[in-house]
């Protein structure tokens, strides 16, 4: 999953927007969100492309120190505070559950799982949002939720019809189930940023967390002895790595903040069901995986399932 922190950055970021300029340069911005959805379904392909190369959880480290540390340079560069006290541990927690958890378990899933098959369980974190609220907080979700949820849950079954067979195979099945944990934690860290967002700048934030999560992975995949060396990696890896640096992490998020400032947020909201669409494509194009009426009709299903819950929790 393309788990950047987009739902962070957004929950933190209305005090950066200006309302009065939404109604202006509609023109690009609309080129500017026609950017996200096609930069961050790809984040799918590079990631698929990359740990086929090299252990998955130091590739997701690499990329995210070197994309938090584009934010830190250039936000210490523009004199930004540093956050301060309980920011920190915002940060932190922050860190683990979308970066270290999230982005980290996603990338490890698609060594495991086609990419097309990953960004549609990546997708399906808002339904997360209102099995937590139903066990955690004991609040009764709206009907739409509810319908949303069964819808969402249906379409993934017909994705899956397909692929019971490969249940049984136990490389399969671990990232099918890492890949639907990241999408927990993800949704994990949502609520968390909604009940803890701060006014510290949420970009700066951003870095900070990719940075910190990224020395943690690494870190982690050194102790145990799952790391090669950085010689050892192949251009194919540096490439993805590259790739998911500067037109995932750097270019989609400048591009994503300026569509937010210029559009209306629901209207942003949109990459969230085109990535998957993307994404699936484009792993038929370049990875032959199967585009069979199953996975179409499955996605579909499952994206208006996903589209209900999250109109009816925002």
């Not at 799982?113 to 609040?139: M, N, R, S």
Request: proline share 5%.
């Amino acid at each position: 999953m393309e788990q950047d922190s987009k739902t962070t950055a957004t929950a933190s970021a209305a005090h950066l927007l200006q309302p009065e300029s939404k109604s202006k340069g509609k023109g690009p911005a609309l080129v500017a969100l026609g950017l996200v959805c096609f930069l961050w379904g790809t984040t799918w392909i590079a990631s698929r492309q990359g740990v086929k190369y090299m252990p998955a959880l130091q590739l997701a480290a690499i990329r995210q120190v070197l994309g938090g540390l584009c934010y830190i340079v250039f936000y210490v560069i523009k004199g930004a505070p540093w956050p301060r006290g309980r920011e920190w541990r915002t940060i932190l927690i922050l860190s683990l559950f979308n970066f270290v958890l999230s982005n980290g378990l996603s990338t490890w899933g698609v060594k495991f799982i086609p990419a097309g098959l990953a960004a549609i369980i990546g997708a399906i974190f808002p339904l997360w949002l209102v099995v937590i609220a139903l066990v955690v907080d004991k609040t009764r979700p709206k009907p739409a939720a509810l319908t949303g949820l069964a819808i969402g849950f249906g379409g993934i079954c017909v994705i899956f019809y397909e692929h019971l067979s490969e249940l049984f195979n136990p490389d399969f099945l671990f990232g099918i189930l890492i890949s639907l944990f990241a999408t927990w934690t993800w949704a994990v860290g949502t609520l968390y940023t909604k009940k803890h967002a701060a006014s510290f700048n949420p970009y700066f934030s951003l870095g900070l967390q990719m940075t910190i999560s990224g020395v943690v992975l690494y870190g982690t995949v050194t102790a145990t002895g799952n790391d090669v060396s950085i010689k050892a990696i192949p251009w194919q890896s540096w490439a993805a790595i590259a790739y998911l640096t500067v037109f995932s992490s750097v270019a989609a998020f400048v591009a994503y903040l300026y569509a937010l400032q210029r559009l209306p947020t629901a209207q942003v909201s949109l990459y969230a069901y085109i990535n998957p669409v993307i994404a699936i494509v484009l792993s038929a194009l370049f990875f032959s995986e199967p585009l069979t009426v199953f996975i179409i009709v499955g996605t579909l299903i499952t994206l208006y399932g996903v589209w209900l819950v999250n109109k009816a929790v925002k």
